[in-house]
Nanobody, 115 residues
Framework: QVQLVESGGGLVQPGGSLRLACAASGYTFSSYTMAWYRQAPGNQRDLVAGIGPDGTTNYADSVKGRFTISRDNAQKTVYLQMNSLKPEDTAVYYC?????????WGQGTQVTVSA
């Protein structure tokens, strides 16, 4: 079955960096668009970045120029490099794949940006 496991979250100071990883299994990873979402307390879950099978990327305006999404098809892993972090980036970050009209989510990883 489809499994997504995120890692790499933590506590970081404003201006710092983190790299999140999402390890996938149970499907042909290279054939599907992967996406990162985030959800802060009391807020809806919003798209942060996506990457297609051909490597095409898209980003939320709030993270453009600071975050980079990438994928390693051999390792079946998608990454989110986050630089110049701000307190408003604090959230639980989730990776997602849509396969056969079903959305699969990981368990999430907490990112806290605070001095």
């Amino acid at each position: 079955q489809v499994q997504l496991v995120e890692s790499g979250g933590g506590l970081v100071q404003p201006g710092g960096s983190l790299r999140l990883a999402c390890a996938a299994s149970g499907y042909t990873f290279s054939s599907y668009t992967m996406a990162w979402y985030r959800q802060a307390p009391g807020n809806q879950r919003d798209l942060v970045a996506g990457i297609g099978p051909d490597g095409t990327t898209n980003y939320a305006d709030s993270v453009k120029g600071r975050f980079t999404i990438s994928r390693d098809n051999a390792q079946k892993t998608v990454y989110l490099q986050m630089n110049s972090l701000k307190p408003e980036d604090t959230a639980v970050y989730y990776c997602k794949v849509r396969r056969r009209s079903i959305d699969y989510w990981g368990q999430g990883t907490q990112v806290t940006v605070s001095a």
